[in-house]
């Protein structure tokens, strides 16, 4: 009926609704006629290239935990990617049930798409927001001198905040 998991068929179609569908088979000796509604609507990763792009923050539902990861369904496609342990969180994460739990919904970021291969790359911790940096400038002690106190800097913000300082 669909790409995604349907778990009725209310999900897709209504009672009366008039809808286009491929005949699959005939069987006239049953009566029954075997019909798609699939194979029309284009395959997922067909149009990946065109529907998604690296850096691009989607939402995904966790499906599974495994040792090296979690696997997420984006919701708006059913394509499933990999969330490696690695972009779970920046802290160490021995399993990623410390982070994330089956069914789950999560803002992630695309880091890697592989359509040939029918691969996606996910990062929950790339798609988390920056942590802010409260900046405390302490006055010179000395001509040229300059304190700083810093909470929750990257590398990058501390050398420029040394920088327009001196």
């Known amino acids: 009926m669909s790409w995604n998991r349907v778990t009725h068929p209310s999900e897709v179609v209504r009672v009366g609704e008039r809808i286009k569908v491929q005949i699959l088979t005939v069987d006239?000796?049953?009566?029954?006629?075997?019909?798609?509604?699939?194979?029309?609507?284009?395959?997922?990763?067909?149009?990946i290239d065109n529907t998604y792009q690296v850096g691009q923050i989607v939402q995904g539902r966790i499906t599974k935990l495994v040792n090296f990861g979690a696997f997420a369904r984006l919701v708006d496609t059913g394509i499933e990617g990999l969330i490696h342990i690695s972009e779970l969180s920046e802290r160490r994460v021995a399993h990623p049930k410390e982070v994330v739990a089956e069914g789950d919904v999560y803002d992630l970021r695309i880091i890697r798409i592989e359509s040939d291969k029918r691969r996606l790359g996910l990062s929950l911790k790339q798609a988390l927001p920056e942590?802010?940096?409260d900046w405390q400038i302490a006055p010179s002690t000395e001509q040229g001198e300059t304190e700083a106190a810093v909470e929750d800097a990257t590398e990058e913000s501390v050398i420029e905040a040394v920088a327009e300082a001196v």
């Open 28 to 47: 006239a000796e049953r009566r029954r006629i075997g019909l798609s509604l699939r194979r029309l609507a284009p395959q997922p990763w067909e149009i």
């Open 131 to 133: 942590p802010e940096v």
